[in-house]
């Protein structure tokens, strides 16, 4: 199994996302930036199949054209 | 203003004074005058409030400083629910003959369309997901259905030139002084529904407060009238070169008139930009340098997004934005109004009856905030994502915007406005549990009805505006009665529901089912089979005697 989901698949994306910019309150940039990076590598290792993190990768990069 | 319309020129209807003010017996009176119900502000919520009430057979003045309907378009999205509260109070049809209707909407983000969608209405329900309507005829249809009521002898006044100055609640009845052109007069009143809007005097001089917040922000409206060839889409724009750092909305309403919506930032001179020549140039920018165009209307506004703590406080009850106030992306404003006075017209009129306790209302509180909370929720989401409030949540906003152009999975995070629907009273103390755990969510104790269509015609049509024992497939008395109050039955069957929406959405994975539903049309109890004990008992817990 390494397809990269990209249809929708978060239910209740209107209170992830809220929930998303809540969890930035009240930090600086660079608090922000960590909690970023922070968060990029829990969700890689989550998804732990590196066929599909570089997928991901390669869109986020170039969106579209991966 | 002159503007050309049914092929000569006439008045716009905003400049023609409906109601006139009018002197009447009450200002002659030797005491105040009593009335069932004052409503204060001609608006479409006062006026929906008014028209419910009497069609109940509640006699009802209505007061309003002003004589005629809203000036410019102001409120211009109306939703499938409030129509269908509309087609009960016998004024729908006008709305959807003028209104404009549309399903499709288009993004853009800087120069790009960035995607399309369509809001894919479901099928088989009388009325379109959205129109697209003037408020000043939105008002209009109103007015002249109350002057129908009036001619057919119900109990309603209409009095413009009526400026409640003064409110006095009391413990039986509440106290208005009215000013006129003719010197100030009082009444009184058993119930005051104030609708008179966002700035709500009745709330300022009760001294009533507000929760909530206001967003920093200003948007520049202006509704053109043009010969353009747009198609009938809703058009969002993200930082567009015309408007950079900022959104716009362009979206269509009847006569060829457009509603065209520049975000403008907060710290701004309002003066300047509501001069014809900078809305000549941001036009022009947005549309071509070529256009040729009619202003008919700019206004600049800001907004908030509080509501009441409580929704009545003694004799005196509030409904629309009276009550609560949202920003204006995803029409929650008139709509959540009419949904107000939806829930609460048929509750004052028991209550007026003598048929339930005055404690009734405290289930429109219940109820009616529930929804407010939801529509501010929703609405301060659009909100923070259409102005983001921090770098960091403008580079997640821009970060989806990019997405949405290359990936499906973006696209239900970009958040121009979730439009409005109406909200299910879940938890509400007039809810009998569920009795049908096969039925399907939708339509659970709580639910407004979704309509369905049956031969003919269509399901809402025949409920009406009492109390209807639903049924099913399954047998029942004609009608059931307890405490005073008569449920009508209204027998279906699988066999007359050709499309399967009924059973899709009252019988799910159910054979049968029993229905109670409430005036204003949501379920209040259901079952798979009759039982007379529980739904007496289920009606008396509709009308907060359980």
């Known amino acids: 199994m390494n397809d990269l989901t990209l249809t929708a698949n978060i239910p209740d994306a209107d209170d992830f996302y809220a929930e998303l910019i809540a969890a930035h309150d009240g930090l600086t940039k660079a608090e922000s930036d960590a909690l970023n990076a922070r968060l990029v590598l829990i969700l890689a290792n989550h998804i732990g199949d590196r066929a599909v993190l570089r997928r991901a990768l390669a869109a986020a990069r170039n969106p579209g054209k991966e | ?37 004052a409503v204060v502000g001609a608006g479409p919520i006062g006026l ?31 939703a499938k629910r409030p129509l269908e509260i509309l087609d009960r ?15 499709l909407g288009k993004v853009f983000f800087d120069t790009r369309q960035i995607y399309d969608f369509n809001l894919l209405p479901e099928g088989g329900h009388e009325r379109p997901a959205f129109i697209n309507l003037q408020q000043y005829y939105f008002e209009e249809y109103l007015v002249d259905r109350l002057r129908a009521l009036q001619a057919e002898g119900a109990p309603i006044d209409l009095r413009g030139g009526s400026k409640v100055v003064d409110v006095e609640n ?39 407060d507000f929760i909530g917040k206001v967003f920093e922000d200003n948007f520049l409206i202006a509704d053109v009238i043009m010969q353009a060839d747009f198609p009938t889409e809703r058009w969002f724009w993200f930082d567009p070169p015309f408007n950079r750092g900022q959104s716009a909305l362009l979206h269509k309403q009847p006569d060829n008139v457009w509603r065209i919506d520049f975000q403008i ?37 800001t907004f908030q997004c509080r509501r009441m703590e409580r929704f009545h406080e003694g004799r005196v009850i509030f409904a629309g934005d009276a009550a609560h106030q949202v920003s204006p992306f995803g029409a929650r404003g008139a709509n959540s109004g009419l949904q107000d006075t939806d829930n609460l017209a048929w509750k004052l009129a028991l209550i007026l009856d003598g048929k339930a306790p005055e404690s009734l209302l405290d289930s429109y509180d219940t109820e009616r905030i529930h929804g407010a909370d939801e529509n501010i929720r929703n609405s301060t989401r659009s909100t923070d994502f259409i102005t983001p409030k921090s770098d960091i949540s403008r580079i997640f906003r821009d970060a989806v915007l990019d ?39 939708r339509s659970r104790p709580g639910a407004p009805c979704p309509d369905a269509p049956l031969g003919n015609g269509y399901l809402l049509r025949r409920l009406g505006g009492g109390f209807t024992l639903l049924t099913i497939d399954a047998e029942a008395p004609e009608s059931v009665a307890a405490d005073g109050m008569v449920a009508t039955r209204i027998a279906l069957s699988k066999g007359e529901d ?22 204003d049309q949501h379920v209040a109890a259901r079952w798979p089979a009759y039982d007379a004990a529980a739904v007496q008992a289920a009606i008396r817990r509709a009308i907060g005697k359980e």
């Open chain 2, 265 to 301: 930032g907060w710290d701004i001179d309002r003066e300047a930009e509501l001069k014809p020549e900078n809305i000549d140039r941001r036009l022009r920018a947005m549309l071509g340098q070529d256009i040729r165009y009619e202003l008919e209307w700019s206004s600049i506004y």
């Open chain 2, 170 to 208: 009391g413990n039986e009845r509440a106290t208005l002084t009215i000013d006129t052109p003719d010197g100030p007069y009082r009444i009184t009143a058993d119930w005051v529904v104030a609708c008179d809007g966002a700035a709500s005097p009745t709330r300022r001089m009760l001294g009533l």
């Open chain 2, 498 to 519: 050709a499309s399967g929406a009924l059973a899709e959405r009252y019988l799910g994975a159910a054979s049968a089912a029993i229905y109670l539903i409430r005036p």
């Open chain 2, 48 to 78: 929906g409030m008014a028209i419910d009430l009497a069609m109940r057979g509640v006699e009802v003045v209505v007061l309003d400083d002003n004589d005629r309907v809203s000036f410019g378009s102001r409120a211009v999205c109306y």
């Open chain 2, 89 to 103: 109070l016998g004024c729908g049809q006008p709305m959807v003959d003028k209104g404009v209707e549309w399903n």
């Open chain 2, 403 to 441: 997405l949405a152009e290359a990936y499906d999975f973006a696209r239900p995070l970009v958040n121009s406005g979730r439009l409005s629907l109406p909200c299910i009273y879940d938890g509400s103390p007039l809810n009998t549990p569920d009795a049908l755990p096969d039925g399907p969510a």
């Open chain 2, 1 to 37: 203003m002159r503007a050309v319309r049914g092929g000569g020129p006439v008045n716009k209807i905003f400049e023609i004074p409906l109601y006139p003010y009018a002197r009447n017996a009450d200002q002659d009176a030797a005491m105040p005058a009593h009335h069932r119900v």
